[in-house]
């Protein structure tokens, strides 16, 4: 029987390194930036067109190559970084592998132009799936010039696989940013087709993150800095009133490279417990300095996941930390004392009080209003006795509180559900009160509980149902059910509201842009990152136009996904969720009624689209097992 163990071609080698190392574009930008970083580079260009797809090129203006090294750096583990398994544990670089640029080659077409500072002409070396073409003499700047074209082209399967170009033109934002924020010392741009996304200038770390992520976000920082003998951590975080529910800008760094570390964010979590709602994440940027003998970075070809040597040390040092810069600042929530609106709380002053002749014992109200204080001297009888101010004319006291309720249903019946409508809601559903037989009213068939929860009495028992949730499951289901049979109509606003976002958000939304109109949307693209939103789909009432759309990008963004149905169901949720009533909200009975009309006739009641239980029935048998 012949031998059947041999050994795989480089190519072969090299693409089964590849799939490991190069994911996606975004990938590939991230290796080559990380290269330039190594040869000192202090000026790094990135041209992208059609997301990577069909060109990715770097230019940097670092230490260059001879040709010797330009042709042996695509070779597998050839490198610069390290010679020896010792120098894996005092890494000062981002690279150390040498399967970058083998992997890229292996993938895609890839022409380099390089050159030295005391050479006089430097080298263009062109591979192709792991193949040198060719290798000779070039006439080009200082440092190196990399240029992938067609990205998986002898790689099908994995080109395929590749998402809508807005959708990876959004994850190379996102490496971009991570890159930039760890290099403030760098200059950086970016362009893609053609349009400058970023220019980044040399700058400081809060710099370079304003330049980043919008100027809204100075004001939200707070600074955070301590040295210890384990470990230095510098950088900031946002004031706990900037906490976001979604789409939080959470950045850890060590060393000058980026790190994903859930113990480390857990940290910085338990620092916000008590500060912020359950639901929702603070912003931070946070640079660790420590010994490089002290982690390893060697777990990941990605090179992302970090082990420490002293964790719980770090761990502690980092939450004390951010305390204390939380403190410092004031960042906790305070009693504010000096509002416009305050109401003046009298101080009690015994020398005037005996001035005016006031009896200063046990039925005498310090607080009382000064207008309910006499004028004159001590021989006042409503100073002697407070309690002669209560003479009140109950016959207008109960007519004023008629006219009261009857104003407060016109309101409930002007600000009515956009699900509904009141206007045929008849003036018997809302009985007035009979203050006179007030222990013969009728128990209604439904109640509210604490302004969230509906009751209603079932066959089984007690049906619980949470308005807000059920809400958002109606809505949804009726927006579902308009855009598919056609196109929703538009609203116009009165003031059109403009929404600056960041590059990552408007490329994202020019590629969702054609959606958003179908489902009745009117956006405008002012230019530099900003928009303007002229008109609402006319199912939206009461909406706030820039919530509605920051909810909508943020959810369709964290997905990652492209076009499609799943998309199109995401932006339907975010529309209801912005449209449907909040908790807290109190509803009359038809209100109620309306709700749990609706709800029940749909095909799946109890759970929103997003999977949380909309209502819960307690039995018969439970509450009998209460009173057990």
Same mark, same amino acid.
């Given at each position: 029987?012949?031998?059947?163990?041999?050994?795989?071609?480089?190519?072969?080698?090299?693409?089964?390194?590849?799939?490991?190392?190069?994911?996606?574009?975004?990938?590939?930008?991230?290796?080559?930036?990380?290269?330039?970083?190594?040869?000192?580079?202090?000026?790094?260009?990135?041209?992208?067109?059609?997301?990577?797809?069909?060109?990715?090129?770097?230019?940097?203006?670092?230490?260059?190559?001879?040709?010797?090294?330009?042709?042996?750096?695509?070779?597998?583990?050839?490198?610069?970084?390290i010679s020896e398994a010792?120098?894996?544990?005092?890494?000062?670089?981002?690279?150390?592998?040498?399967?970058?640029?083998?992997?890229?080659?292996?993938?895609?077409r890839v022409e380099l132009?390089?050159?030295?500072?005391?050479?006089?002409?430097?080298?263009?070396?062109?591979?192709?799936?792991?193949?040198?073409?060719?290798?000779?003499?070039?006439?080009?700047?200082?440092?190196?010039?990399?240029?992938?074209?067609?990205?998986?082209?002898?790689?099908?399967?994995?080109?395929?696989?590749?998402?809508?170009?807005?959708?990876?033109?959004?994850?190379?934002?996102?490496?971009?940013?991570?890159?930039?924020?760890?290099?403030?010392? +760098?200059?950086? *741009? $970016? /362009?893609?087709? =053609?349009? %400058?996304?970023?220019?980044?200038?040399? &700058?400081? !770390?809060?710099? @370079?993150?304003?330049?980043?992520?919008?100027?809204? +976000?100075?004001? *939200? $920082? /707070?600074?955070? =800095?301590? %040295?210890t003998s384990l470990v230095?951590? &510098?950088? !900031?975080?946002? @004031?706990?009133?900037?906490?976001?529910?979604?789409?939080?800008?959470?950045? $850890?760094?060590?060393?000058?490279?980026?790190?994903?570390?859930?113990?480390?964010?857990?940290?910085?979590?338990?620092?916000?417990?008590?500060?912020?709602?359950?639901?929702?994440?603070?912003?931070?940027?946070?640079?660790?300095?420590?010994?490089?003998?002290?982690?390893?970075?060697?777990?990941?070809?990605?090179?992302?996941?970090?082990?420490?040597?002293?964790?719980?040390?770090?761990?502690?040092?980092?939450?004390?930390?951010?305390?204390?810069?939380?403190?410092?600042?004031?960042?906790?929530?305070?009693?504010?004392?000096?509002?416009?609106?305050?109401?003046?709380?009298?101080?009690?002053?015994?020398?005037?009080?005996?001035?005016?002749?006031?009896?200063?014992?046990?039925?005498?109200?310090?607080?009382?209003?000064?207008?309910?204080?006499?004028?004159?001297?001590?021989?006042?009888?409503?100073?002697?006795?407070?309690?002669?101010?209560?003479?009140?004319?109950?016959?207008?006291?109960?007519?004023?509180?008629?006219?009261?309720?009857?104003?407060?249903?016109?309101?409930?019946?002007?600000?009515?559900?956009?699900?509904?409508?009141?206007?045929?809601?008849?003036?018997?559903?809302?009985?007035?009160?009979?203050?006179?037989?007030?222990?013969?009213?009728?128990?209604?068939?439904?109640?509210?509980?604490?302004?969230?929860?509906?009751?209603?009495?079932?066959?089984?028992?007690?049906?619980?149902?949470?308005?807000?949730?059920?809400?958002?499951?109606?809505?949804?289901?009726?927006?579902?059910?308009?855009?598919?049979?056609?196109?929703?109509?538009?609203?116009?606003?009165?003031?059109?509201?403009?929404?600056?976002?960041?590059?990552?958000?408007?490329?994202?939304?020019?590629?969702?842009?054609?959606?958003?109109?179908?489902?009745?949307?009117?956006?405008?693209?002012?230019?530099?990152?900003?928009?303007?939103?002229?008109?609402?789909?006319?199912?939206?009432?009461?909406?706030?136009?820039?919530?509605?759309?920051?909810?909508?990008?943020?959810?369709?963004?964290?997905?990652?996904?492209?076009?499609?149905?799943?998309?199109?169901?995401?932006?339907?949720?975010?529309?209801?969720?912005?449209?449907?009533?909040?908790?807290?909200?109190?509803?009359?009975?038809?209100?109620?009624?309306?709700?749990?009309?609706?709800?029940?006739?749909?095909?799946?009641?109890?759970?929103?689209?997003?999977?949380?239980?909309?209502?819960?029935?307690?039995?018969?048998?439970?509450?009998?097992?209460?009173?057990?």
């Amino acid at each position: 029987m012949s031998d059947i163990i041999r050994l795989l071609p480089d190519s072969v080698a090299n693409q089964i390194a590849a799939g490991e190392v190069i994911q996606r574009p975004a990938a590939v930008i991230k290796e080559l930036v990380e290269n330039a970083v190594d040869a000192g580079a202090t000026i790094i260009k990135i041209i992208i067109k059609d997301a990577g797809r069909t060109l990715i090129q770097v230019v940097d203006n670092g230490c260059g190559m001879s040709p010797t090294d330009a042709r042996l750096a695509f070779e597998r583990h050839a490198t610069s970084k390290i010679s020896e398994a010792a120098d894996l544990f005092a890494l000062h670089t981002m690279g150390f592998r040498g399967e970058a640029l083998a992997s890229i080659c292996a993938i895609a077409r890839v022409e380099l132009r390089t050159m030295r500072k005391d050479d006089s002409i430097g080298t263009c070396v062109i591979i192709e799936g792991s193949k040198v073409e060719s290798q000779e003499p070039d006439v080009c700047a200082l440092g190196c010039n990399f240029m992938i074209k067609n990205l998986f082209f002898n790689v099908p399967a994995r080109r395929k696989f590749l998402k809508s170009d807005h959708v990876e033109m959004n994850h190379i934002l996102r490496e971009f940013e991570r890159m930039a924020l760890v290099n403030p010392d +760098i200059e950086f *741009q $970016l /362009v893609h087709n =053609d349009v %400058v996304l970023h220019q980044l200038l040399r &700058s400081s !770390f809060k710099q @370079r993150i304003v330049d980043l992520f919008g100027k809204s +976000i100075d004001k *939200q $920082l /707070v600074p955070v =800095d301590t %040295v210890t003998s384990l470990v230095k951590i &510098s950088g !900031f975080v946002s @004031r706990p009133e900037n906490a976001r529910k979604r789409g939080a800008l959470q950045y $850890l760094m060590v060393n000058g490279r980026n790190m994903r570390h859930p113990y480390f964010h857990k940290a910085i979590m338990h620092c916000y417990e008590q500060l912020i709602p359950a639901d929702e994440q603070p912003c931070y940027f946070i640079n660790f300095s420590v010994d490089p003998e002290t982690i390893d970075v060697n777990i990941h070809p990605t090179k992302s996941e970090i082990k420490f040597e002293n964790e719980q040390p770090i761990w502690q040092i980092l939450v004390a930390a951010v305390k204390e810069g939380l403190g410092r600042f004031n960042a906790v929530p305070s009693i504010e004392f000096d509002l416009d609106d305050a109401p003046e709380i009298p101080v009690f002053n015994p020398d005037a009080a005996a001035s005016h002749g006031l009896d200063l014992d046990a039925s005498y109200n310090p607080f009382a209003s000064a207008q309910a204080r006499p004028a004159g001297g001590g021989d006042s009888q409503l100073s002697r006795h407070p309690s002669a101010t209560m003479n009140q004319d109950w016959e207008k006291l109960y007519q004023d509180f008629e006219r009261k309720r009857g104003e407060e249903l016109s309101n409930v019946k002007a600000s009515a559900l956009n699900s509904m409508t009141l206007d045929d809601i008849e003036e018997e559903n809302c009985p007035a009160m009979d203050l006179s037989a007030s222990f013969e009213t009728t128990v209604p068939a439904v109640m509210q509980l604490k302004g969230r929860y509906i009751l209603s009495p079932s066959k089984s028992g007690l049906t619980v149902v949470d308005q807000y949730r059920a809400h958002v499951r109606i809505l949804y289901d009726r927006y579902i059910d308009l855009a598919r049979l056609q196109a929703l109509s538009t609203q116009r606003v009165i003031f059109p509201e403009v929404l600056e976002l960041s590059p990552s958000q408007s490329v994202f939304l020019e590629g969702i842009v054609d959606e958003l109109s179908r489902l009745g949307f009117d956006l405008s693209f002012l230019g530099d990152n900003s928009w303007t939103v002229n008109g609402l789909p006319s199912v939206l009432n009461d909406v706030n136009p820039r919530e509605l759309m920051m909810s909508m990008l943020e959810s369709v963004m964290d997905t990652g996904e492209a076009l499609g149905e799943s998309m199109h169901e995401r932006i339907a949720l975010s529309m209801a969720k912005a449209a449907a009533i909040k908790p807290g909200q109190q509803l009359t009975s038809a209100e109620m009624d309306h709700i749990l009309s609706d709800l029940f006739k749909l095909a799946t009641p109890n759970y929103t689209p997003d999977g949380k239980l909309v209502l819960s029935t307690i039995t018969t048998d439970d509450i009998a097992r209460l009173f057990a």
